[in-house]
């Protein structure tokens, strides 16, 4: 048994090596970052959404995504030293590590309640502090280290944002409708204070024992350890989202749109400071008295190694909406979106550049003839003007055609010369001299057209609808004519693949999949596992298929679309275009300016750590099993999705769940150890178990 552990370990540790869908846009991550913190002048740690967690060891300079072992949103970081550390987040989450960020591990709460702020006094005594609007505050205690939480005596009726602790006794925290509290005897009793504001306050920070400030939609002061409470700023202009002092003078203020305020004489006055950024700051951390980080909105990243006179930004890319993506090799791909957004890679996506497009209009789809030539369509519903862009030099210029006709969607071409462009109102568009001159075609429709696709030069297919009601429409003449096909379903259609001349795909809202097997004629639902719109389908081979749709959903088949399984995509964005470059190499974009790729097929069990597999969500039992295990979660809601698979990735048995108890029959599965994954639209969890 024991050459058995070192083998899974081993395997584990393989896994890990393997991210599943990386962030390339904005990088080093486009999830929002809600705090930072640095254990020495080099190491330092940002945590965010959907539990994205960020090392550096270079001052900022570069940035390593850490597996957190959890989906939740992450509100707080905290280092006791140079490898002990503790993150706190949504739904009672406490998670901590003892070598400097490599692995970390869920740790028991005792809440569900969301925990905004950590503090520590020392290496073994802890606060957090959360609670929810409708339930009130809570402030919860440790003094192991974290390996047990006590919540302090409750009554607590206002929302917790922020914990702060001047020395082992006396500490305050902030929250919702202006509270403040104080304890004298270290968390044992907590005293209200009188703030004089109704504003949510969202940190706290003393320099003193005596001289402390709280800031939210506001600014306050106390001299006297919380007793009275003076306004500092109440100009209305911005929110503050955190406050840090080097010395008893010098202060920085942090918040919406990018707003830095710095004072050098204790709060009597601020000035305004360029951040070179107007996402939302959210959290600043001086190292020393020069040298700051500030983090927000979209992974935004700043430094000052001048006392805040300056601000650099280390993180980058746009944040635009971005609709589709295309490759033209292994290398070389192209991403549109809003405000004509067009980014191209020539590395295979480590690097992305934004090209200039000649247009303001929202751009929906990308699609390159060859290397050099490529057309990407768009418009305005506003003003029913449609947008055609061609480049014949792999974007370096692009033309821009504008036609008063209606919003563009979908572009798709045959050969060099012949190609279809889709839109509102039932638009069909056509060309045969490769754009020069596009004529429109009647497709007997005025519902919605989101995409088109044809599997040979005659033979295509768009989809779309109007309203509840999803349409297919078909031509075997090359678009001289367009016939309706009986698709049995009322949901509209965002997207269509063929995998060869019979086989296809369609999925819309509510996440419905649909596939026919004779080109078209009947057409079958397929069960997606998910209630989210799904935007977007490629198939890579006829069993291989992936589906993008809202918050981060992204699903994979290996069977031809028989069972569709999530993936972790690092994400709550929508997503809404897939494609591959070969079975392996994949790219998603989505809002924010999202751009994933995976150099795996987005195997689910990649990047797990220990920290994970032992999630709180899920119990399983027995464990070893060696006929049947029952698989636990209350946390997990019902209608979610089961699936087991093995070390290579490969699912062994999926099932949708009705109740928080499911007990598989594991008796005719090979001996070895078994990945479990449970999930719902908006949680996840995942464990393993052991045959024998």
Not at 358 to 363: F, I, P, R, S
Request: charged share 10%; with cysteine.
């Amino acid at each position: 048994m024991k050459k058995f552990y070192i083998l899974l370990m081993a395997t584990l540790a393989l896994n890990v090596a393997n991210a599943q869908w990386t962030w390339q846009n904005p990088f080093p991550t486009g999830n929002g970052l809600s705090s930072v913190c640095f254990t020495d002048a080099n190491a330092g740690y940002a945590v965010g959404g959907y539990g994205t967690i960020l090392k550096t060891n270079d001052g900022g300079i570069t940035w390593t995504a850490l597996s957190s072992g959890t989906t939740t949103y992450l509100r707080s970081v905290y280092f006791t030293n140079v490898n002990s550390g503790y993150a706190v987040g949504d739904a009672g989450t406490i998670l901590k590590t003892s070598n400097g960020g490599t692995t970390w591990t869920a740790l028991s709460s005792g809440t569900t309640l969301g925990l905004s702020s950590v503090y520590f006094t020392d290496a073994n005594t802890g606060y957090t502090v959360g609670g929810s609007y409708s339930v009130g505050g809570i402030i919860l205690k440790t003094i192991n280290g974290g390996t047990t939480w006590t919540s302090l005596p409750g009554g607590i009726s206002n929302l917790l944002s922020s914990v702060f602790f001047t020395d082992a006794n006396i500490g305050y925290a902030v929250g919702n409708n202006g509270s403040i509290l104080k304890t004298s005897d270290g968390g044992t009793t907590w005293t209200a204070q009188s703030s004089g504001t109704s504003n949510l306050l969202s940190s706290v920070f003393f320099t003193d024992a005596n001289t402390g400030y709280a800031v939210g939609g506001i600014i306050l002061k106390t001299i006297n350890g919380g007793t009275t409470w003076t306004t500092l700023w109440n100009e209305g202009t911005s929110f503050f989202s955190s406050i840090h002092f080097t010395d008893a003078n010098t202060g920085y203020v942090i918040g919406t749109f990018g707003t830095i305020l710095k004072t050098n004489d204790a709060g009597a006055t601020w000035s305004s400071i360029s951040s070179g950024t107007k996402n939302n700051l959210i959290s600043v951390y001086f190292a020393d008295a020069n040298t700051a980080y500030a983090v927000g909105g979209f992974g935004t990243i700043l430094k000052t190694n001048d006392g805040g006179t300056t601000w650099t930004v280390l993180s980058g890319g746009i944040t635009n909406c971005l609709y589709s993506v295309y490759f033209t090799d292994a290398n070389t791909g192209y991403a549109v979106g809003d405000f004509g957004s067009i980014l191209k890679t020539s590395d295979g996506g480590t690097t992305w550049t934004v090209l200039l497009s000649g247009t303001t209009y929202h751009l929906y789809s990308v699609y390159f003839t060859d290397a050099n030539t490529g057309y990407a369509v768009g418009g305005d519903n506003n003003y029913f003007i449609g947008k055609i862009l061609k480049t014949v030099d792999g974007g370096t210029s692009w033309t821009v055609q504008s036609i008063e006709s209606n919003n563009f969607t979908s572009v798709f071409f045959t050969d060099d010369n012949t190609g279809y462009v889709v839109g509102s109102n039932g638009t069909i568009l056509k060309t045969i001299n490769a754009g020069v001159i596009w004529s429109a075609l009647s497709s007997g429709t005025t519902d919605w057209l989101n995409s088109v696709y044809f599997t040979d030069a005659s033979t295509g297919y768009t989809v779309g609808g109007f309203g509840f009601n999803g349409i297919i429409l078909k031509t075997i003449n090359g678009g001289t004519t367009w016939n309706s096909l009986s698709i049995g379903t009322t949901t509209l259609l965002s997207s269509i693949h063929f995998t060869d001349a019979n086989t296809g795909y369609a999925v819309g809202y509510k996440g419905t999949i649909i596939k026919t097997s004779d080109a078209g004629t009947t057409w079958s639902a397929l069960s997606s596992g998910t209630t989210n719109s799904l935007k977007s389908v490629y198939f890579t081979d006829a069993n291989k298929g992936y589906a993008v749709a809202d918050v981060g959903t992204i699903l994979k088949t290996s069977n031809g679309g028989t069972t569709w399984t999530s993936q972790f995509s690092g994400t709550t964005y929508d997503l809404y275009s897939v494609c591959f470059t070969d079975n392996n190499i994949g790219y998603v974009v989505g809002s924010n300016g999202t751009i994933l790729k995976t150099t795996n097929g987005g195997g689910w069990n990649a990047g797990i750590n220990e920290s994970y597999l032992t999630s709180k969500l899920l119990r399983i039992y027995p464990n070893p099993s060696f006929d049947k295990v029952t698989i636990e979660s209350s946390a997990i809601p019902i209608k979610s999705q089961l699936s087991i698979s093995n070390l290579k990735g490969q699912e062994i048995i999926t099932r949708q769940i009705t109740q928080p108890n499911t007990t598989i029959d594991v008796s005719t599965l090979p001996n070895g150890v078994y990945f479990v994954r449970l999930k719902s639209d908006k949680t996840m969890a995942i464990g393993k178990f052991i045959k024998q």
